[in-house]
């Protein structure tokens, strides 16, 4: 719930999806969230972090730099 009793709605952005059917993790941006809490991303167990706006900015800029590139394994041409 945001502040008041207005309920939240969160609006889809992304879904990171595999081949599966098992609850994928998604993006989502809440515009009636308190500022600091509008970027809501959750994972495949259920769980959730909300992030602001600048915090999200700031992790995708880093992805796209490529600073974040050595989490991952190489792609297997």
């Known amino acids: 719930m945001t502040h008041g009793t207005q309920p939240s709605h969160p609006e889809p952005v992304a879904t990171f999806c595999g081949n599966c059917d098992c ?6 941006v809440d515009p009636s969230a308190a500022a600091e809490k ?3 991303l ?4 259920g769980q959730r972090v909300q992030m602001s706006a ?4 700031s992790l995708v800029a880093e992805a796209k730099s490529g600073a974040l590139d050595h989490l ?3 792609a297997v041409p």
């Open 72 to 74: 991952l394994p190489p």
């Open 23 to 28: 609850g994928c993790p998604q993006l989502f």
């Open 42 to 45: 959750t994972d495949d167990f």
């Open 38 to 40: 509008r970027v809501l």
């Open 54 to 57: 600048d915090q999200f900015g």
